[in-house]
């Protein structure tokens, strides 16, 4: 499920704008549906320019209305009525998602016969000081099995030993079981998930096992008209 809604605090719109001769949300779609990977793949979105663009390719829409906290809130609601075990959810701005990290995401609910994971998502090691500094990188610290301890946009652990100090900046790619994602919907928002504003911390909060993935995929996620303009040279570099 991939949520696209048109509005964006830092860039409005930018779900709609063009990387190539198509639109983010489009290549987000398109990306996501040729791995082949999934028995359905849904855009859920609140308008209609969204809509028709996905519904000219082929594909399947979910309108959503309402207001919510965020995307996860959003692909929550859709879900109620959607029958499946497992659901993936891809955000709108991740035009270049890759197959792996996917694949990898359902396996591990694959071998997890015991169901200790109540979600998964992925992190990459995070090694530039600018970015570790950056808020607009979320850090992840996770125990000897990869599950997730803490998420914060400032550096974790703290950097007193900037030698022996390792971190990974959190992809905000998640695989949901669907009761998980039905109870992070109906689960209020806690005083650490609001000072941070990063909503997996909502199942911290509450107990949930997140089980984090490294990864080498970094993704081109088109947050500000900046990271589009990276998007468009990234593509640009690629179509030589």
Known sequence: MIPARYQASRFPGKLLAK?????????????????????????????????????????????????????????????????????????????????????????????????KIDLISLMQPLTDWEL????????????????????SRSPIPYPRDKSKAKFNHHIGV?????????????LPMGKLEEAEKIECIRYLEFGRNIKMIPTQYSGLKVDTPEDLKRAIDYYNSTTI
């Open 19 to 115: 990387i190539g001769t198509q639109s983010v949300i489009l290549r987000t779609y398109l990306a996501v549906k040729n791995t082949e990977l999934f028995d359905d793949v849904y855009v859920v979105t609140d308008h209609d320019d969204i809509e028709s663009e996905i519904v000219a390719a082929g594909g399947k829409v979910i309108r959503s209305e309402e207001e919510y906290e965020c995307g996860t809130d959003r692909i929550a609601a859709a879900s109620e009525n959607i029958d499946a075990d497992i659901i993936i959810n891809v955000q709108g701005d991740e035009p270049f998602m890759e197959k792996e990290p996917l694949r990898l995401m359902i396996q591990e609910f694959k071998n997890d016969t015991a169901s």
């Open 174 to 186: 998640y695989g949901f079981r669907k009761k998980t994602l039905i109870d992070f919907y109906n």
């Open 132 to 151: 570790i500094e950056d808020p607009s990188f979320v850090k992840v610290i996770v125990d000897e099995e990869n599950f997730a301890l803490y998420f």
